[in-house]
């Protein structure tokens, strides 16, 4: 069965500092790697996803997730975290050319002004 | 903008209790799901729905059902209300590909007294 593990619950920054999330998922066949995030009291917001192509995705709000097949991984990475990037952030995985995602656990990050 | 509307953003029932939770979505998407998101347990799957009038469990279907007689409307019914079922229920659509990730609605906090 397909599986998603986000191994950090809980990450404290300060701004400036640069962030990585990380998300390994365990299936053997082809699949879409998608980032999401929530804003304190707000709805789920697709941050960035992965269907082919170039390995390097980049999303919005300056975030970029970078897709290792062969360490089945999706992690997210900024540079340069900002207060406002305060939330929590799942990752999720699809077999191709299906409908049906698994989300990670997700990570909690606060950003210190 | 599109959107997937949750009809309640709080709801309080009473154990016993039948509860309808309601989200329709105006993007003509086939696919339509519930999910619930707990602390800790990120997000799980309750039902979806990939057409009208169909429907497939997901991972913790025990308690609830669904209903779905029309393409925007997916309906999540918990027969008999219980104190494990307080949590925050969210609602998301995608194109029958899944392509372009989800789209959810602002979710509904339920608390089961």
């Known amino acids: 069965a397909q599986s998603v593990s986000q191994h950090n619950h809980h990450v404290i920054l300060s701004e400036a500092a640069s962030l990585e999330l990380g998300c390994n998922y365990s299936y053997g066949g082809t699949v879409n790697l998608f980032w999401y995030v929530q804003y304190p009291g707000q709805h789920l917001q697709l941050l960035l996803k992965y269907f082919s192509g170039d390995p390097l995705v980049k999303g919005i709000k300056g975030f970029e997730a970078e897709f290792i097949k062969s360490k089945f991984s999706f992690n997210l990475r900024k540079p340069s975290v900002q207060w406002s990037d305060t939330a929590e952030y799942f990752c999720a995985v699809t077999a191709s050319g299906t409908y049906k995602y698994i989300f990670g656990t997700g990570t909690r990050l606060k950003v210190l002004a | 903008d599109v959107k997937v509307t949750q009809s309640s953003r709080y709801l309080v029932k009473r154990t016993g209790e039948k509860v309808f939770l309601e989200c329709v979505q105006d993007m003509d998407h086939e696919n339509m799901f519930w999910y619930r998101q707990d602390p800790g347990l990120g997000l799980r799957l309750i039902y979806f729905?990939?057409?009208?009038?169909?429907?497939e469990k997901g991972d913790i279907p025990e308690g609830y059902s669904v209903s779905r007689e029309k393409k925007e409307r997916f309906s999540l019914i918990l027969e008999s209300a219980s104190t494990n079922q307080t949590s925050m229920y969210l609602c998301a659509s995608s194109l029958m590909t899944g392509l372009g990730g989800y789209t959810f609605g602002s979710g509904t906090r339920l608390t089961v007294v």
């Open positions: 729905s990939y057409d009208v009038k169909m429907k």
